[in-house]
Each structure stands twice: as structure tokens, then as C-alpha cells.
């Protein structure tokens, strides 16, 4: 006979590791498809923009100043996010 120490650590995971395997699955599955809806809303918004951007190409904006207002409004969404996410994490990860 022998005997196995096991910090309670290693014992609770040992035991819940499937079902946390199985969360992180399904987090990150929800993480994927946020991403793609996220992407899929910013082309619809660009798709909707280029009469705006081919007016302003027709007046003779330059082609900097053209592409500047979509990598802007892409920079603000990331900031946006950054600022409401980061924040929130924190407090979530306090509990």
C-alpha cells in the first residue's frame, strides 16, 4: 500500500475537470461566434458607407482622408470596448 498526497487544489480539479473543460469550451465557442457577428455588422456598416466614400472620392477628397473615416470609426468601436470590457473583467473577476 501506498499513500498519495494531493493538495485540495488538485483534488477539486481532478474532479471538476471535465465540467470546466466543457465551460471553456462553450466560452470560447461564445467568444468565435461574438467575433463574427461583430465582423459581420462592421461589413454590413462599410458596405452602407461606400456611397458615402465614393461622394467624397467624386469631390476630391485624397485617398488618406478617404480611408481615414472607417479606420477611425474601427479605432473608437476598439477603444469603446476596451474601456466597458476591461473594467467589467475586473469586477467580475473580483467575485
Not at 463574427?36 to 461622394?55: D, F, P, T
Not at 478617404?66 to 466597458?84: D, H, K, Q, S, Y
Request: glycine share 10%; charged share 10%; proline share 3%.
Amino acid at each position: 500500500m501506498s499513500a498519495v498526497l494531493l493538495s485540495l487544489r488538485q483534488q477539486t480539479v481532478v474532479q471538476f475537470n471535465a465540467p470546466l473543460l466543457a465551460l471553456l469550451g462553450a466560452t470560447g465557442l461564445i467568444l468565435v461566434l461574438t467575433c463574427a457577428n461583430i465582423a459581420s455588422l462592421l461589413l454590413a456598416k462599410g458596405e452602407s458607407s461606400s456611397h458615402e466614400l465614393a461622394v467624397r472620392v467624386a469631390l476630391g477628397g485624397s485617398m488618406g482622408r478617404v480611408a481615414r473615416v472607417p479606420l477611425v470609426e474601427g479605432v473608437v468601436l476598439c477603444f469603446a470596448g476596451c474601456l466597458l470590457g476591461v473594467p467589467l473583467a475586473v469586477v467580475i473577476l473580483k467575485f
